[in-house]
C-alpha cells in the first residue's frame, strides 16, 4: 500500500459512504500530518488546533472523525489527561490486513515513492532489483484507451456500489440498468467528459457515475440547486393565422367542385376575417338577397342571432363564388 492507493482506497469507500466536505478535508488533512512525521503510525495530532485551523465547530469535528473511523480510514484514542495530544492511526484497508496499521506497511513504500530516490552506491545497493511499485495511477497518456464492454461495466457496478456490505447498496437490476445507461451515454460522446477531455479511467468514470446518482439522495452534503432556466412561453400562433389556413382550404374545393362546401363547413368567424380585412363588401342589395337566402335555409323561424350567423355563412359561400367567376385562386 503506498500513498497514491490511500488515496484511491478513500474514493473506493467513498461510493459506499458518500463522504461530506468536512470529512474529505480532514483525511487528507491527517495524511498530510502522517507524512510530515515520516509516516509516523499512529502519530499525536492536537484536537483543539485542529478544530481552530479549519474553523469548525467541536460537534462538527468530532462527526467527520468518527465517521471516517467508522468507515476503517482511521482509528484514534485519547491522551491520559497529563498534556498528552489524541493518537491518530490511519488504517490500510487490504484484503487480508484489513485495520492493519501503517507503520510496518507504509513507512518504507511511502517514503521510496515521495521522497527523492538515493542513488545507487556499494551501500545502499540491495541484493534484489528493486521491482517497480504499482502505484495505482491512471493510465499514462500515451496509451490507447479502451472502451469496456457492457459486461465489464456491470460487474463492476455489481463488486462496487451493488455489493450487500455497502450500506446504500443497490439492487442488481439497478446496476445493470445504469451500466448499460452509462456505456450508452459515453458510447454516444465518444468516451470524453462533459468539457471534452479524453476519458483514461474507465472506473473512475463509473465512480463518479455512481456518486452522481446518490447525490440528493443519501449526501448530507448542501448543494446549491442548480439555476432555473424559466423559458419564454411560445407565442401561439394569432387565430386569424388558423382562419386564413381554413379559408383557403374551403376555397379551393369549392373552387373544385361547390358541392363540397356547405354551411356546415362555414363558421361564422370566416366571413368576421374577411370582412376585416376587405375581401368582402357586398351592396345594400346583395345583402338584401343574402338575408332571403338565410331566411329560407332557416324556414323562416329562427332568432336574430341564428339568422345572423347563417347570413354570414352564405356571405362566405357568395364570396368563394365571386372568386371562382373572375377566376381568382387567392384571397
Known amino acids: 500500500m503506498n500513498y497514491i492507493e490511500l488515496i484511491n482506497q478513500f474514493w473506493q469507500k467513498d461510493i459506499e459512504f458518500n463522504f461530506v466536505d468536512k470529512e474529505i478535508a480532514l483525511y487528507f488533512y491527517l495524511l498530510k500530518v502522517s507524512n510530515s512525521t515520516g509516516w509516523k503510525n499512529p502519530f499525536g495530532l492536537s484536537n483543539s488546533m485542529t478544530i481552530a485551523k479549519f474553523n469548525w465547530g467541536k460537534t462538527s469535528f468530532n462527526n467527520a472523525k468518527n465517521r471516517l473511523k467508522k468507515a476503517g480510514l482511521i482509528d484514534f484514542k485519547g491522551g491520559d489527561g497529563r498534556g498528552n495530544v489524541y493518537q491518530y492511526e490511519i488504517k490500510v484497508l487490504v484484503k487480508g490486513t484489513r485495520g492493519a496499521p501503517l507503520y ?68 442488481s437490476d439497478k446496476c445493470h440498468n445504469e451500466a448499460l445507461r452509462l456505456v450508452d451515454h459515453y458510447t454516444a460522446n465518444g ?62 374545393r369549392f373552387i373544385e367542385n ?22 368582402i363588401n357586398f351592396n345594400t342589395e346583395h345583402q338584401e ?43
Open 289 to 331: 338577397q343574402i338575408k332571403k337566402m338565410a331566411t329560407a335555409k332557416l324556414n323562416g323561424s329562427a332568432t336574430e342571432k341564428e339568422l345572423i350567423s347563417m347570413m354570414k355563412k352564405i356571405a362566405v359561400i357568395e364570396y368563394f363564388k365571386k372568386l371562382k367567376q373572375n377566376g381568382t385562386t387567392k384571397s
Open 104 to 171: 510496518d506497511t507504509l513507512s518504507d513504500t511511502l517514503s521510496d515513492t515521495l521522497y527523492d530516490q538515493k542513488p545507487a552506491t556499494s551501500i545502499n545497493i540491495k541484493d534484489k532489483p528493486k521491482q517497480k511499485k504499482d502505484i495505482g495511477l491512471a493510465p499514462p497518456r500515451n496509451k490507447i484507451f479502451k472502451a469496456p464492454e457492457l459486461k465489464e461495466v456491470r460487474e463492476y457496478f455489481l463488486s462496487t456500489i451493488g455489493n450487500s456490505k455497502n450500506q446504500n447498496a443497490w439492487p
Open 258 to 279: 361547390e358541392e363540397n362546401v356547405t354551411t356546415i363547413s362555414i363558421y361564422p368567424e370566416y366571413y368576421n376575417f374577411l370582412k376585416q380585412e376587405g375581401l
Open 191 to 252: 468516451w470524453v467528459q462533459s468539457r471534452g477531455k479524453k476519458i483514461i479511467d474507465w472506473k473512475a468514470a463509473c465512480r463518479n457515475w455512481i456518486r452522481n446518482e446518490l447525490t440528493g439522495t443519501f449526501s448530507n452534503t448542501k448543494i446549491a440547486p442548480p439555476q432555473k432556466v424559466i423559458e419564454k412561453p411560445k407565442a401561439e400562433q394569432p387565430a386569424v393565422n388558423r382562419i386564413q389556413v381554413d379559408i383557403n382550404y374551403l376555397r379551393d
